[in-house]
């Protein structure tokens, strides 16, 4: 059986009308960027993938294989319908599947998407919320303007501070130290709030609220 069958059988149920899942496949679509696998899972890099993790908690969501080189899950957040998908390519090709995940389920960029990532040039904990922009050097996010054709979604950036020395290539596929990991759990609890204000109240009163710290 393929892979698509699968999914849709898994978060849709095999005996819904098909009018029932084209409605449900209009949800917002909440991406957390980071490399795969269990040796990148504490890196700095992956903080995406951390934040969306917590909401996946939050939700009591288990994350599935998705057909789009993802792993995602279907969850109510703030009374919303939501995916919540890890891109298992590596972070340089996440635009692969998050332009699949966008097409599979008929989101609009514009109003229902939101990437989560690691930002270097955000000191370690804070978080700022953004409606569009440029990648700022960020590969993984470069991959996704690239193929949506457009930087017009939003993003949620989390702060990694840039290392004292040595290259940043090496530096974000670095676990966070001890006293690092103290300051992005709060960091991380509070990305996780924000994104359910953005979800109940909408980007601009989430900005208002989590980009003042």
């Known amino acids: 059986m393929r892979l698509a069958t699968l999914w849709h059988r898994l978060v849709s149920g095999s005996g819904r009308k098909r009018d029932d899942m084209a409605s449900e496949r209009r949800v917002v679509l909440i991406v957390g960027l980071g490399n795969p696998g269990p ?3 504490k890196n700095r890099h992956n903080v995406g993938f951390q934040v969306v993790d917590r909401l ?8 599935a294989n998705h057909p789009g080189k993802a792993l995602a899950c279907r969850v109510t957040l703030a009374g919303v319908p939501v995916v919540l998908a890890k891109p298992q390519t590596f972070m340089n090709l996440s635009g692969g599947s998050v332009a699949a995940l966008v097409h599979w389920y008929h ?6 998407l939101l990437v989560v990532y690691d930002d270097l040039d955000l000191p370690l904990g804070k978080i700022r919320l953004r409606p569009a922009g440029g990648a700022g050097g960020h590969k993984g996010l470069a991959s996704i303007i690239e193929h949506l054709r457009t930087q017009n979604f939003a993003r949620l950036r989390v702060g990694i501070g840039r290392p004292a020395y040595g290259e940043p290539y090496r530096y974000v596929l670095e676990d966070f130290t001890a006293d690092e990991w103290a300051v992005m759990d709060t960091a991380q609890e509070r990305a996780a709030d924000a994104v359910e204000c953005f979800l109940a109240d909408g980007l601009a009163a989430a900005m208002n609220r989590f980009n003042g710290d």
């Open 39 to 41: 040796r990148y899972a």
């Open 56 to 63: 996946a908690a939050r939700a009591g969501g288990t994350f």
């Open 107 to 112: 989101v609009d960029p514009l109003k229902n």
